[in-house]
């Protein structure tokens, strides 16, 4: 049994998936739950993703080898407040937070000499739909999960992390959590604020019904990410605010290059401009084929 | 037999589907090809989609029922002018191009009094592959046909482009040109100059390896347009300039209030946005659904 305890702070997609894929390798004996929600708590009981709800932070915290926070990441320094009087040394804290340098600021604020303890991750993987019933066991396989440590945390506790991750069966890399936020404002965060904007900006339109009416699967998938929670995207993008701001100025000047090109209807110019993202973006998905191809020949 | 011989120019994804599909109706007697390049001619006889390729324009169009002008948009001109000169008065001439009114005021000027016999229409199918191999023979099977007819078009013509349309599996629409143009800059031709605008910004920044490196499923379906035909996408981008403008001016206008937001960590407003997107999204995909659902209880 790797672990003896863990603890999970949001019962929902991400830690209720956590927890169906440390018990069905199994890997804990016994999961403890969390939530600001109380159903989500008896939903995630009946479903067999935790073992008990927490009665209190303290019980719940009470001898355990591993602490996920995988709520809403404005909530985690208040997780990390509510854990500390309680925090024995040999507990490990993770969070699964899509922001990483807000959340270790957080952390060295709240936690001061015991953020020692506390090694943040993010695994890549997400549904659009929420709550216990979204888990899934299997959400985590094949996906990366970045480990972003500390200078303060052991080599051990880091590898502890990693171990749960592995077991969930994801692939763990290791980035600084400034890296982290530069790259996942460009490939994330920043396309969800675009896929917002558009849809948003179409259904303001006095026609917004005819467009809708004619929208196809192009759209569909280009707005896909717009069909996310509001409140979780606020939260990402308020902590990741700096990373995003440079990537939506680049982005917008880019169009405005676009724009000018359209303008003067000089059509090698844009046809350079998507026959650079075709081909990018072919090659990308090549790479990506051929690793997915890879870790199921490599596979157990 | 609806009809007797049909000329398509152009035998690649949209055209060939066109031909295929009519061909399991037993709708078309003969089937005859036009193509700038050689080998698709060939390969399409192969496939079936085509049972001749043409020898000449004249022979082609030489009591022809229904012509389809299934080229790339930009091709349509030449096109027309060199159907025209052997256009006979019971012919009758489509088009299948992503945009209306360019395509409209040039067969205006090159067709004359003949354009008459010339009924635009859009079918709003599509694959990110191109050619013969890829046509399928239900491409448009539950898909939306847009008849920008002409008040020159006799209503016994207009007719028989839905008729063959629907023989193809598709829903007849009816839009003007105009009216056609500013649908589709705003719900297909900006998001593809967006996701050609992202993935190029991202491809030519210093750390791109790594970006795409962390890339997910997220980025993945909103840039899937983006693997799209540059040559197409240029040439549609120019037919429809101008109302492209306006949609991509009162979407960067829309991106600079959201930075403003953003900039001064404005949550709320924020969210407003993100919520009403997610919202109108919703809203669109179950009435989708529904429409779908009723398509396939109400078909044969």
Redesign the interface.
């Given at each position: 049994m790797s672990f003896n305890k863990v603890v999970i702070f949001g019962v929902g997609l991400i830690g209720g998936s956590f927890a169906l894929a440390l018990k069905k390798a199994g890997a804990v004996a016994q999961v403890v739950g969390v939530d600001r929600i109380h159903d989500s708590l008896l939903r995630a009981k009946e479903l067999g993703i935790i073992d008990q709800a927490a009665t209190s932070i303290a019980d719940a915290v009470q001898g355990a080898d591993l602490v996920l926070i995988a709520a809403p990441v404005a909530q985690t320094p208040a997780i990390l407040a509510s854990i500390k009087p309680h925090l024995q040394p040999g507990t490990i804290v993770t969070d699964a937070g899509s922001t990483k340098s807000d959340v270790v600021a957080a952390a060295r604020e709240v936690l001061g000499d015991l953020v020692a303890q506390f090694v943040p991750a993010h695994p890549?993987?997400?549904r659009e739909t929420n709550g216990p019933d979204a888990a899934l066991v299997d959400l985590y396989a094949g996906?990366?999960a970045?480990i972003t440590a500390l200078k303060e945390n052991s080599a051990e506790d880091v590898a502890r992390v990693a171990t749960a991750w592995r077991l969930c069966g994801a692939i763990i890399?290791h980035l600084t959590p400034a890296?982290h936020d530069?790259?996942?404002a460009?490939?994330?965060h920043?396309?969800?604020?675009?896929?917002?904007?558009?849809?948003?900006?179409?259904?303001?339109?006095p026609?917004?019904d005819?467009?809708?009416q004619?929208?196809?699967s192009?759209?569909?998938?280009?707005?896909?990410?717009?069909?996310?929670?509001?409140?979780m995207?606020?939260?990402i993008?308020?902590a990741n605010?700096d990373a995003?701001?440079l990537e939506?100025?680049?982005?917008?000047a880019?169009?405005?290059v676009?724009?000018e090109h359209?303008?003067a209807?000089e059509?090698p110019a844009?046809?350079a401009?998507?026959?650079?993202?075709?081909?990018?973006?072919?090659s990308?998905?090549s790479?990506?084929e051929a690793a997915e191809k890879q870790n199921k020949e490599g596979g157990d």
């Open positions: 890549i993987a997400g996906k990366k970045v890399h890296e530069q790259v996942f460009a490939v994330s920043l396309p969800h604020l675009l896929a917002y904007a558009l849809v948003d900006d179409i259904a303001r339109k026609h917004a005819r467009l809708f004619y929208a196809a192009g759209f569909r998938d280009f707005t896909r990410i717009a069909g996310s929670s509001p409140e995207w606020r939260d993008s308020l605010r995003m701001l939506l100025d680049a982005y917008t880019k169009l405005a676009l724009r359209l303008a209807s059509g844009i046809e401009i998507y026959a650079n993202a075709q081909r990018a973006r072919h990308w998905i790479a990506i």
